[in-house]
Every structure is written in C-alpha cells, then in structure tokens.
C-alpha cells in the first residue's frame, strides 16, 4: 500500500503544475473512491455487518437503511473529528492557555464518540419526526439501529487512527465510506431477492448462503485493490 | 449458585443459541481479527469480560433506568468498561493491542453485548444476567476460536506463533494457501461452519 500512495503523491505533484487545485479536487476524489470500493466498510471490514445481514431481505428497506447510514456517518465523523483534534488529542487543549498544553484525554475517546452518536442520531430522529413526516416513515425506524450499527462507530475509529490533515478529508472519507456501505447492503439484498427461486441446501438457507454470498462479493472487490486514479 | 437453569444459561450459547451461527449477533469483530490464534483468543476474553460486567450492571440498575433513555445509558456502562479492557491490554499485551487497533473500541457497538442486555439483563436478576453474558461471551469465543484455527493453520502452517506442519512437508510440495489469510474467506469459513452446524441440528433450519 505504501508504494502506492508514494506514486500517487508524485503524480499529484506533477499534475499541480499544470493547474493549482486540480491536486487537491484529484486527492479528495482519489480518497473517494478509496473508501468506496478498496477500503469497503463490509468487503475489507467487515463493519455494520449485524444489520447488514438482517435488513437485506428487500431492496427497499436496504435503500432505506443505506441512506441513513450515509447522512449519520457523513456528519458524526467530521464532529468526532473536531472534538479529537481540538479537545482529545494529546496537546489538543492548547488553544485554552499553555497550562493545558500537557493534557492528554484521548483515553476518554471511546465513550465522546459514542456519545456524540448517540446523541447525534436520537437529535435527528426527533427533528425528521418533527418536521418531514414523510421522510420520517421511510427513514426514522432506522435511526435507532444506527446508533449500535459497528460502520459508524468504526468510521469515528479509524478517522482517529488514520490521522486526517483536516476536516475536509474526514468528510469526505465519512461519505465514502458511508456510499461503500449502502452499496453493498443494496447489491447483497438484490442477489437475496433473487435467491428465493433457486434452491439451496436446506441447512444452507438464509443465514449460510448470505455469509458465502458476501464472501464471493468480497473476492470480487479485492480487484479494485492498488486502483489510483 | 450454579443451579441446573443457570449451567443451562452456560451451556445454550455454545450450541443451540450460539450468539454467532444462531442468533446473528457480533459478527464484524468476529471476521475481521481472526487471522490468528492468539487475537481471536484476546479479542475472546475481552469480549466475554464486557458482556459478563455489562449484564451485571445493567441488570443491577434496571429498574431505575427511565425506557426512552435506556439506549444513552447503556451505551456509556459499556463503553466504561470497554475503556478499562482497552487500557488492560495496552497496559499488559501491547503489541495484541495495536493488532486489534479499532477492534477493541467497536466492542462497544457489538451485537452481542447491547443485544444480551437489551433480551436478558433487562429483565433479569443480576446473578443470572451476568452468568447469561459469560456464556455468551465463551460462546462468541467458540466460533472466534474455530475460525482463528482454521485460518492460522491452512493460511500460514502455524498456531499461536509457532509452525505446526512439519518441514517435510514443505520439502514435499506443500503451499501455504494464502488465500485463507485474506477478509472474504472469513466470510466462507464462518458460511461453512453454519452449513455443518445446521445440517447436524435440523431444528435450526430456516425456510
């Protein structure tokens, strides 16, 4: 992997001669598609699979759940975001006074993060209820389950680990991974939906035939692995 | 104290209500760190701590707990405690530790712990709550256990660290299939293991 960041860097650095932002519009994109289809939430993660399982049994619902999880992910992770860098992280405090400088909270991370998840989805279940009836039907039952779904937590946690330069990144990485996740849950309940007229072993019905399904999926996503653009 | 119900409470998730094959709970973690023995056994023992305490405390506070906020507050027990194994292991087994790099954190959004208070420890006095968590726990711990020595074996010929198939066999024309170190055959692996188990307990079948 390192490799190809390496080369990726040089060819940023080449196109940037040629015009200024086209390097960083092609790095966003390129951590776009990254955390589409190389970095998947399910296929290299395996994140969120509980509900992923458990609420592909229609295209519907799947849509449903899809676009919950892009709109919670896409905006906890840039709040996790600014809360680790400016109140967590070792040093972060010190925009308070240098008395703060040697403060280090990021023990506490585990539990902010939750919180802000927590918090973040009951917060938007109320005001969809409140204002959007309509939006509320299609995508409120939902809300809860995302507050326990392992993609949004596991989003917050690797956007710690991996240390974005700034906000933008984080969100964009959010999005992404939130898009990878959605596509993933709508083509495994696509193929069940299909499935229901072929005739697999009976020990293997339902849960088995999912497991084995998402592991060919996930044979077939490793191709998109070492893709730059 | 160990009454015949509570064993049972023990013994159920290894076979009939396994929280894995059975009951579809906890299954991110359980793919994604069982490229070896020894972090399948970690993640195991960690797991089972947090749904052991989590039950337990949660069980103890139960009817204290207003309903509409029971979500907020469990999600803050558990990962209290998850804070403490996180600090235990990096304390105590610090390369494991940054093995499992985000996998000791997603404890807390695992299945098993928020779906065993949710079915058990909110219904339930505090003894058998946290005796239904162990055996949940160890039950988790099977399947992770299988699937660590399954991929450990076939993908790199070792258990634990330590090479198992013999030289000679090597020498003979054995390869390591490299596939089985890779994230999908976590996926068949664990496929596998529901088809045998349900073959051989019929009444498990879903139609």
Not at chain 1, 69 to 84: A, Q, S
Not at chain 1, 123 to 129: G, Q, R
Not at chain 2, 127 to 150: A, H, R
């Amino acid at each position: 992997m390192d490799a190809l960041f390496g080369s990726n860097a040089v060819e940023i650095q080449n196109s940037s001669r040629t015009n200024p932002y086209d390097s960083i519009i092609m790095e966003y994109f390129n951590a776009f598609i990254k955390a589409i289809f190389i970095e998947n939430m399910i296929f290299a993660y395996f994140l969120g699979m509980c509900s992923y399982l458990a609420v592909s049994k229609s295209v519907k619902t799947a849509v449903g759940l899809g676009m919950a999880v892009i709109f919670v992910l896409g905006f906890t992770v840039p709040i996790n975001y600014l809360i680790e860098n400016y109140l967590m992280k070792a040093g972060a405090l010190s925009w308070l006074g240098p008395q703060y400088a040697s403060l280090d909270l990021s023990f506490l991370s585990f539990i902010m993060f939750i919180a802000v998840v927590a918090s973040f989805t009951q917060l938007v279940e109320m005001s969809v209820e409140k204002f959007s009836p309509a939006l509320y039907a299609s995508l409120g039952i939902f809300l809860p389950l995302i507050a326990v779904n392992c993609s949004i937590l596991g989003g917050a946690l690797f956007m710690q680990e991996r240390q974005f330069s700034n906000v933008g990144m984080a969100t964009i990485f959010a999005f992404g991974s939130g898009f990878g996740w959605a596509l993933a849950i709508i083509a495994l309940a696509a193929i069940r939906e299909k499935l229901r007229y072929s005739n697999v072993p009976p020990a293997l019905r339902g849960l088995g035939i999912s497991f084995i399904v998402t592991g060919l999926m996930a044979i077939a996503f490793m191709s998109f692995m070492g893709i730059t653009i | 104290m160990f009454s015949k119900k509570n064993l049972k409470l023990i013994t159920d998730p290894f076979n009939d209500s396994n929280p894995i094959t059975v009951q579809i709970l906890g299954i991110c973690s359980a793919l994604a760190i069982t490229v070896q023995l020894k972090q399948a056994v970690i993640m195991a023992l960690s797991v089972t701590v947090v749904t052991g305490f989590s039950n337990l405390v949660l069980s103890m506070i139960r009817n204290y707990v207003p309903n509409r906020i029971r979500i907020i507050v469990q999600l803050v027990i558990v990962a209290a405690l998850v804070i403490l194994v996180d600090q235990m292991l990096k304390a105590y087994v610090y390369d494991v530790s940054k093995q499992l790099s985000v996998f000791v954190g997603l404890i807390i959004t695992n299945c098993i712990v928020m779906g065993r208070i949710e079915a058990f420890a909110l219904a339930n006095k505090p003894w058998p709550s946290f005796v239904d968590g162990i055996g949940n726990g160890l039950g988790y711990g099977l399947i992770l256990v299988t699937i660590g020595v399954i991929r450990e074996l076939t993908g790199s010929g070792k258990l634990w660290g330590i090479q198992i198939v013999p030289d000679a066999f090597y020498a003979a024309g054995y390869v390591n299939n490299g596939l089985m170190i890779l994230p999908p055959m976590a996926l068949i692996t664990v496929g596998c293991i529901i088809w045998f188990q349900r073959s051989r307990n019929t009444k498990l079948i879903e139609n």
